[in-house]
């Protein structure tokens, strides 16, 4: 096992147990909390893959930005704490449900990948993401733009008071 | 680096996802899990991105836009649940039932 090999499962490993424990805690403020060891996690594992502007986007975007918007979200609505005010009477499917996704996808992903090998050499610079972005994928590139200038219109428009 | 581990973690990520989704009850908190499950399509693309090692980078640039969709996603959201809390006092997603019969 080579060093990054280590370091990807090790902040997987934390990543996974932060995961259960958004959806297990029973504070809301806790759980936003444990959601940044998720993401920045996240970030951390793209860029051991070779993901270096992806991996710092995941971070100053998610854990500078939504966490924090999520933050302000539980602050104005008081939430209430304690498991029977935060969940309902479903938990046991939900979970069934949960665990039967987890098998079907693991078997698939065994049975399709099982013997495959990711490179871990190669980087992608952030060059080569300008370049690709503004040549292969500008249409998309500039839906995106107009999406995110309609939804900041929209919630504007949805949260000012009357 | 084998990459069916990769996607054994993405699909674990999706699954607790799923888990909260459903056994939440409070708005924000189903808002948190559903982030979970998109980041957990956003391993997928990059770890598939990195085992293929294409030139184009197809892989990052989606993973870029589903960011770009998840923070428009939560913005909005959050001002229905603001809207929602402010008429109704609550933002309990089994009690908000206008548009059930």
Sequence with gaps: MTLPEFFIIAIAVISAIS????VAAKNVVRAALYLVGVLGG??????LLGAEFVGWTQILVYVGAIVVLLLFGLMLTAAPIGRYALDNQQRLLAFLVSAATFTGFTVMIWNAFGDQEI????VVRTRDIGTSLFTNFVLPFELVSVLLLAALVGAILLAKKY | MN????LTFGAFLFSVGIYGVLARKNAVLVLMSI????NAVNINLVGFNAWFADQTASGQI???FIIAVAAAEVGVGLAIVLLIFRRRKTIAVDEVDLLKW
């Design chain 1, 19 to 22: 995961a259960v424990a958004v």
């Design chain 2, 3 to 6: 990459l069916a581990w990769l």
């Design chain 1, 42 to 47: 996240l970030g951390f594992i793209f860029i």
């Design chain 2, 35 to 38: 982030e979970l499950m998109l």
């Design chain 1, 119 to 122: 490179p871990l050499d190669q």
């Design chain 2, 62 to 64: 989606f993973s870029l």
